[in-house]
């Protein structure tokens, strides 16, 4: 009996932390209206708040040991969501932005074509790597669309800069511009350049592996499954265990069960 009280405990925080990360992704999808009505700095601040959610849920569920394949599932969707619909704000204002916007986006679709051939994608270390560049140029690109707003917003806090023109004067007359001899006008070039680098890399690494995958043909026998009913996919999708013991099986097999002769 003493169990059932931390069970319930249990069941109410994996529903807290899954509802965070889902909002994760229904703010991502506000952070345009944020941007059309009230401008980059106030966008950058609420993106820095998602940020946040996406730290606490993963380290509260690997802390407290109730990690879900729902929680799994939204966290990438969210992440994902959340990195598109910035560069995609970011593309709107500095086309250069489009670029890692197109890769991100092709990155998503690798993934899903995974999925489609049975296929479970782990997380790669190039995918890990490509998180800091992408994570520190959109923070900064959105941070650099109004300069005066960061001006002001730095003022506002306590923080006296007599003038923050001394960044873009640097970055016209640096070494880079010089070398590809191509006129760098603002910030934006120069913080989208190592994301593109990294997206390209990942897209090679992570398409390397799809073409191996799709030679593998993994196949289900389809006869030896039924369909789960949706109450048992409910109660696997927030069951620890279950996540720990199939979290590695294709997505087809987690919504199926086996047949009992």
Known sequence: MAEQPKKIKKLKLKILLNTITALRGLGAIFLIPIYLTYGAIVTSLTMAGLAITDFIDGKMARGFHIETMLGSFLD???????????????????????????????????????????????SRLTGKIKMWPLSVGVSLGMLSLDIPGLHDMLHAIGVNVPSLSFITDFINNNLLAKLVNVPISN???????????????????????????????????????????????????????YYHANKDKPLKLVLKKEKHN
Do not use: Q, W
Not at 76 to 92: N, R, S, T
Not at 103 to 116: A, D, P, S
Not at 192 to 207: F, M
């Open 76 to 122: 990438v969707m969210a992440d994902k969501l959340l990195g598109i619909i910035c560069l995609g704000i970011l593309a709107f204002a500095n086309p250069i932005f489009a670029i890692p916007l197109f890769c991100e986006t092709t990155i998503g679709l690798i993934n899903v074509l995974h999925y489609k051939y049975n296929s479970v994608l782990k």
């Open 187 to 241: 910030i934006a070039n120069v913080l989208a350049t190592p994301i593109i680098i990294c997206e390209l890399i990942v897209i090679i690494d992570y398409g390397h592996r799809l073409i191996n995958v799709r030679k593998e043909n993994i196949k289900i026998d389809e006869k030896k499954y039924d369909k789960k009913p949706l109450k048992e996919v409910l109660y696997d999708a927030l069951d620890t265990d």
